[in-house]
């Protein structure tokens, strides 16, 4: 028999470490994996795959505070071309794996839980067991995760959880304040279904 595979896939920053942790603690008899950006070969009734999309700009300001880096023409541009081409590597996933591969939005799944619960339901036929949920749910705040990210914990990061607390308004006006390559992300947001 196969191991069967969850393989989180997504550009930077768009929750996919909560992700993650959500099927590899959720769920039984999968392997789970997490991806930003790799050639990828699913078996179709396997494996599946989340492909994980978030407003680009968010992602955008949400990348340079992760980083540490300044909200300059230098950074805006770099990091612009960086989430445009693992934006298009998402996509193409849903493209070249219908069957296998789905769209989650993280502002569905941001801050709810029951979201993904439905979600993985009605996508990936997959239930979500109970007990599981309740250990992930005490484990899991944005207060444990704080202190996850601080030491490196289940793939979080230090500073992986920003002052907003994952919130895309403000990294949206931080970029938006810059009133750098306005139109390159008006565009690339419309290419996502988001307004900008």
Not at 147 to 162: A, G, K, P, R, Y
Request: net charge negative; proline share 3%; hydrophobic share 35%.
């Amino acid at each position: 028999m196969n191991d069967r595979y969850i393989l989180v896939c997504s550009p930077m920053r768009t929750g996919s470490t909560f992700v993650y942790n959500f099927f590899n603690e959720c769920t039984s008899g999968y392997i789970v994996k997490k991806y930003e950006r790799s050639p990828m070969n699913f078996i179709e009734g396997t494996d599946f795959a989340p492909v994980i999309f978030r407003h680009p700009v968010a992602c955008l300001g949400s990348l340079l505070e992760f980083l540490d880096k300044p909200f300059n023409i230098k950074n805006v541009n770099k990091y612009y071309y960086f989430l445009k081409a693992q934006f298009e590597w998402a996509n193409q996933l849903l493209l070249e794996f219908p069957n296998c591969a789905y769209e989650l939005r993280y502002e569905n799944f941001y801050n709810n839980v029951d979201f993904l619960i439905e979600w993985s339901k009605n996508n990936l036929h997959i239930r979500i067991e109970d007990d599981k949920l309740t250990k992930f749910i005490e484990n899991f705040n944005f207060d444990t995760i704080k202190t996850m990210s601080e030491n490196n914990l289940n793939l979080f990061q230090e500073n992986h959880i920003s002052a907003g607390k994952g919130n895309n308004q403000d990294k949206i006006e931080k970029v938006f304040g810059t009133k750098l390559l306005y139109g390159e992300l008006a565009k690339f947001s419309r290419e996502y279904g988001y307004e900008y």
